[in-house]
């Protein structure tokens, strides 16, 4: 799939790849065959490759002075898209911008770039795999620094180089296979490559599997470590959500069944992303509204990486045996300890030993709270240290495809040589479409289609 497409059946694309708005320096990119054309007609002369050069900006036709600027040429294919590229590095006014933005549209062959096609031209030109693709948009949403650890190391091709290495092993025991079909009349010497084929892709499937039971781990980098609020009504769920907040996240009141859906916010605890969500108390609801909040309740604990079991520390109540399933965890707190005498003569916190106590209202315990979320997160997270994760659904679902291939080629004691070589093309063919080394057409919209325009 890479590689495929030429410069030449390109028309030249720029695109402004800084943010918009009034700044002290904006950055407008163009891609293509006639980079080096445009800048000989807006900024001559074109400076050497890669070599900055101070040039006046002018409108072509007209001769008009648009900016003084700073520009650069980077000749493909020794280029970030592998195409000729150049750069305008303007005064950040939206006026200079705007205005040489009209004159790059007005070339011949040239247009405003799509969403994420200066990197989908990269990867055609055979200078990033999807994964590496996938990475780079991850850095630009980046918002720990956790996600951008993980973003740098996809985007320098760590998890590519792995399935490679994956595939080429694949490959090899599929060399072992043909030659079994090739000498099938000589059943000795079949049945020693298939054998050989066997001592190949047994660990490689022990690895693969060790890098799947890693999957969660990048999602909780990537997506957020899920953390839901749940209690009866009234044991102040939204108080505390507001709380970990700092600001007015939910509405907060002594009426019960307040809260009917779920509310999200997102923090930053030890430098991983972290998704705290708010919801309807557990009862027995008096309305289909009420209902329908205490399903959702049920539904996002089960799904939760940690469930925050909030009591009311006058009038405890736990958990319910059936609230959450799997591997979720439950962290008990007491709200509303600022109104227990703490030498227990109300008699709620002797009897109700929670692990921990706290106010929201006056704050008391919050820290120790925070703390025991990031210690949670930071354990969910190293327990795969040192695990190159899958960060994406679709890596999870094609190495789970190698890997469920890999089992029926290990599983029959003697297969013909026809099935085994077609189990193990399935199993190399899985692992191509995560990099793009095959059948990339179908998924190169989605990818980059979450770039900005100027990337």
Same mark, same amino acid.
């Given at each position: 799939?890479?590689?495929?497409?030429?410069?030449?059946?390109?028309?030249?694309?720029?695109?402004?790849?800084?943010?918009?708005?009034?700044?002290?320096?904006?950055?407008?990119?163009?891609?293509?065959?006639?980079?080096?054309?445009?800048?000989?007609?807006?900024?001559?002369?074109?400076?050497?490759?890669?070599?900055?050069?101070?040039?006046?900006?002018?409108?072509?036709?007209?001769?008009?002075?648009?900016?003084?600027?700073?520009?650069?040429?980077?000749?493909?294919?020794?280029? *970030?898209?592998?195409? @000729?590229?150049?750069?305008?590095? +303007?005064? $950040?006014? #939206?006026? &200079?911008?705007? /205005?040489? %933005?009209?004159?790059?549209?007005?070339?011949?062959?040239?247009?405003?770039?799509?969403?994420?096609?200066?990197?989908?031209?990269?990867?055609?030109?055979?200078?990033?795999?999807?994964?590496?693709?996938?990475?780079?948009?991850?850095?630009?949403?980046?918002?720990?620094?956790?996600?951008?650890?993980?973003?740098?190391?996809?985007?320098?091709?760590?998890?590519?180089?792995?399935?490679?290495?994956?595939?080429?092993?694949?490959?090899?025991?599929?060399?072992?296979?043909?030659?079994?079909?090739?000498?099938?009349?000589?059943?000795?010497?079949?049945?020693?490559?298939?054998?050989?084929?066997?001592?190949?892709?047994?660990?490689?499937?022990?690895?693969?599997?060790?890098?799947?039971?890693?999957?969660?781990?990048? *999602?909780?980098?990537? @997506?957020?470590?899920?953390?839901? +609020?749940? $209690?009866? #009504?009234? &044991?102040?769920? /939204?108080? %505390?959500?507001?709380?970990?907040?700092?600001?007015?996240?939910?509405?907060?009141?002594?009426?019960?069944?307040?809260?009917?859906?779920?509310?999200?916010?997102?923090?930053?605890?030890?430098?991983?992303?972290?998704?705290?969500?708010?919801?309807?108390?557990?009862?027995?609801?008096?309305?289909?509204?009420?209902?329908?909040?205490?399903?959702?309740?049920?539904?996002?604990?089960?799904?939760?990486?940690?469930?925050?079991?909030?009591?009311?520390?006058?009038?405890?109540?736990?958990?319910?045996?059936?609230?959450?399933?799997?591997?979720?965890?439950?962290?008990?707190?007491?709200?509303?300890?600022?109104?227990?005498?703490?030498?227990?003569?109300?008699?709620?916190?002797?009897?109700?030993?929670?692990?921990?106590?706290?106010?929201?209202?006056?704050?008391?315990?919050?820290?120790?709270?925070?703390?025991?979320?990031?210690?949670?997160?930071?354990?969910?997270?190293?327990?795969?240290?040192?695990?190159?994760?899958?960060?994406?659904?679709?890596?999870?679902?094609?190495?789970?495809?190698?890997?469920?291939?890999?089992?029926?080629?290990?599983?029959?004691?003697?297969?013909?040589?026809?099935?085994?070589?077609?189990?193990?093309?399935?199993?190399?063919?899985?692992?191509?479409?995560?990099?793009?080394?095959?059948?990339?057409?179908?998924?190169?919209?989605?990818?980059?289609?979450?770039?900005?325009?100027?990337?």
């Amino acid at each position: 799939m890479q590689g495929e497409a030429t410069m030449t059946e390109q028309p030249t694309i720029f695109a402004l790849s800084s943010g918009r708005g009034r700044a002290g320096v904006a950055v407008i990119r163009i891609s293509g065959p006639s980079a080096r054309l445009i800048l000989e007609r807006m900024a001559a002369p074109c400076p050497p490759a890669r070599r900055a050069a101070f040039r006046k900006i002018i409108e072509p036709k007209t001769g008009e002075l648009l900016d003084a600027a700073l520009v650069l040429f980077f000749a493909g294919p020794s280029s *970030e898209t592998g195409e @000729d590229i150049a750069e305008l590095q +303007l005064h $950040g006014s #939206p006026a &200079v911008v705007a /205005s040489v %933005l009209r004159t790059l549209a007005a070339m011949p062959d040239c247009r405003l770039a799509e969403p994420g096609e200066f990197a989908r031209r990269a990867f055609l030109n055979g200078k990033i795999d999807l994964t590496a693709a996938e990475g780079l948009a991850d850095l630009i949403d980046a918002e720990t620094d956790a996600q951008r650890r993980q973003a740098l190391a996809q985007a320098g091709g760590a998890f590519a180089r792995l399935c490679d290495g994956w595939r080429q092993q694949l490959l090899e025991a599929r060399a072992l296979t043909e030659a079994a079909i090739d000498f099938s009349d000589e059943s000795d010497v079949a049945a020693d490559a298939l054998e050989r084929a066997r001592s190949l892709t047994r660990p490689l499937l022990t690895d693969l599997q060790h890098h799947l039971s890693a999957a969660h781990r990048g *999602e909780i980098v990537r @997506d957020g470590y899920r953390v839901v +609020l749940a $209690g009866v #009504p009234n &044991v102040g769920k /939204s108080s %505390l959500m507001n709380a970990l907040a700092r600001r007015d996240v939910a509405i907060v009141s002594s009426e019960p069944g307040t809260t009917r859906d779920v509310l999200e916010v997102h923090l930053d605890l030890g430098g991983y992303a972290v998704v705290v969500a708010d919801t309807a108390g557990l009862r027995e609801a008096e309305g289909a509204v009420e209902r329908e909040g205490v399903r959702r309740t049920r539904e996002r604990a089960r799904a939760a990486d940690l469930v925050v079991w909030v009591a009311d520390a006058t009038a405890p109540v736990t958990p319910p045996a059936d609230l959450v399933t799997g591997e979720t965890h439950i962290l008990t707190v007491a709200n509303k300890s600022d109104l227990v005498d703490p030498r227990g003569q109300s008699g709620t916190l002797t009897s109700y030993q929670a692990p921990l106590n706290i106010s929201a209202l006056t704050g008391a315990g919050l820290p120790d709270l925070l703390d025991r979320i990031a210690a949670r997160v930071a354990q969910s997270v190293d327990e795969a240290a040192g695990t190159i994760a899958p960060t994406q659904e679709r890596h999870r679902v094609a190495m789970k495809a190698c890997a469920d291939a890999l089992v029926r080629f290990l599983s029959l004691p003697a297969p013909p040589p026809e099935l085994a070589a077609e189990d193990l093309r399935l199993a190399a063919d899985a692992l191509g479409r995560i990099t793009g080394r095959i059948d990339a057409e179908e998924v190169l919209g989605k990818i980059f289609g979450r770039f900005c325009i100027g990337k």
